[in-house]
Nanobody, 119 residues
Framework: QVQLVESGGDLVQPGGSLRLSCAAS????????MGWYRQAPGKQRELVAT???????NYADSVQGRFVISRDNAKNTVYLQMNSLKPEDAAVYFC?????????????WGQGTQVTVSS
């Protein structure tokens, strides 16, 4: 019943910037957090950044200082501003939402958006 739609992935040169968006819709209860994960070819999916319902953020060490996660509650949308992009940032980026209902945790994933970093 929850749908996440990502957008903003593109081909950029090293050092460039992109902003990813993830819009959530459907039946959503108390949101625990929303975040971004990425998966490059041959690698496991890894955490990029998360933001809690209270606005607390955390980042992977590899993106600390370069990426910024933010949220627009009125639009049920989470963003990922990516700056100083490196070739190793190339991956499919997935949006994830978690919420709690009746003391149970539920996870929902978007379909992903491709980010390519190449000169």
């Amino acid at each position: 019943q929850v749908q996440l739609v990502e957008s903003g992935g593109d081909l950029v040169q090293p050092g460039g910037s992109l902003r990813l968006s993830c819009a959530a819709s459907g039946i959503i209860y108390s949101i625990n957090d929303m975040g971004w994960y990425r998966q490059a070819p041959g690698k496991q999916r890894e955490l990029v950044a998360t933001i809690s319902s209270s606005g607390r953020t955390n980042y992977a060490d590899s993106v600390q200082g370069r990426f910024v996660i933010s949220r627009d509650n009125a639009k049920n949308t989470v963003y990922l501003q990516m700056n100083s992009l490196k070739p190793e940032d190339a991956a499919v980026y997935f949006c994830r939402l978690s919420f709690v209902r009746s003391s149970r945790m539920y996870l929902y994933w978007g379909q992903g958006t491709q980010v390519t970093v190449s000169s």
